[in-house]
């Protein structure tokens, strides 16, 4: 069963350096992730979203998905975190797709 991981942004305080950041850094270390067969990044829109991103990691199953965020490549992503965003300004989440 294919599942993902959902991170979900709140509004940060520089848009222009979170986005730098986060598409010419962080994204390109997501990619490299073991397994990972695609990501899709959405912004919320409206004045009264309660996000301002959401990424979308796509994997085939929950072992690949957990051996991809356990890899070196899924640790680095995760530690790159502190530099664009806090750790209260960011979601979590895990789904399977039905």
Same mark, same amino acid.
Do not use: C
């Given at each position: 069963m294919? +599942?993902?991981?959902? *991170? ?6 520089? #848009?222009?350096?979170?986005?730098? @950041?986060?598409?010419?850094? @962080? ?5 490299k992730?073991?397994?990972? $067969?695609? +990501?899709?990044?959405? #912004? ?10 959401? *990424? ?8 690949? #998905? ?8 899924? $640790? *680095?992503?995760?530690?790159?975190l ?17």
């Amino acid at each position: 069963m294919a +599942v993902t991981m959902i *991170a979900l942004y709140k509004e940060p305080a520089d #848009r222009e350096k979170f986005e730098k @950041h986060y598409f010419d850094t @962080h994204i390109p270390l997501v990619k490299k992730i073991p397994g990972l $067969q695609k +990501v899709e990044v959405s #912004r919320f829109t409206g004045k009264d979203a309660p996000y301002y991103l959401m *990424a979308t990691l796509y994997f085939n199953n929950k072992e690949e #998905r957990k051996a991809g965020l356990s890899s070196p490549e899924g $640790q *680095a992503t995760n530690a790159d975190l502190v530099n664009f965003a806090t750790p209260d300004s960011v979601t979590i989440a895990f789904t399977e797709i039905i």
